[in-house]
């Protein structure tokens, strides 16, 4: 490899020796430590302790930001085909478009609207609650554990309504 590429101003791996370079670049390509030994003619156990070294392992984060960078583009027009194919399967092109939404942040993993309104109902549930306990606390005359039970059965009557739509 004759001319091992820049990755950014004054990173880790641009400060690392050009045998290091290649090195971070075999091994996120996947390439055995007898493979990478060989192709830059060192010692197994060198690469060994390379990669115990924190700067090495800086650059080999660095090195994996940039390729994944550069690789974003063709991903991205690789899910946009198989979105568009007609003889892509029904359900590879759900899993891409699930993929592309996902990282675009308009799609979570775990939400569905009916999750979300179950979570608004709970915090609001849980707002009338403290307020109903800052109340009976002011209320100093009253027993504030019956009037708490009394709440408590009212929120819950409440929530069961709300929670049937």
Not at 11 to 16: K, N, Q
Not at 36 to 44: K, P, T
Request: glycine share 2%; net charge positive.
């Amino acid at each position: 490899m004759s001319n091992v590429v820049k990755v950014g101003k004054d990173s880790a791996f641009d400060r690392l020796t050009k045998k290091k370079k290649i090195a971070v670049i075999r091994l996120f390509e996947g390439a055995t430590l007898k493979s990478i030994s060989q192709e830059i003619d060192c010692h197994i156990n060198t690469i060994e302790n390379w990669k115990n070294n924190e700067e090495f392992q800086q650059a080999r984060i660095d090195y994996s930001i940039y390729a994944l960078n550069h690789l974003l583009p063709d991903a991205v027009a690789s899910l946009s085909q198989l979105i568009n194919h007609s003889k892509t399967p029904a359900m590879v092109r759900l899993q891409a478009i699930q993929t592309v939404l996902k990282h675009a942040n308009l799609l979570s993993d775990n939400s569905t609207p009916e999750l979300d309104k179950a979570k608004i109902r709970k915090a609001n549930a849980d707002a009338r609650v403290a307020e109903a306990r800052a109340k009976a606390m002011e209320d100093n005359g009253a027993d504030v554990e019956l009037l708490l039970d009394k709440m408590m059965d009212t929120l819950a009557k409440e929530d069961l309504k709300h929670g049937s739509k």
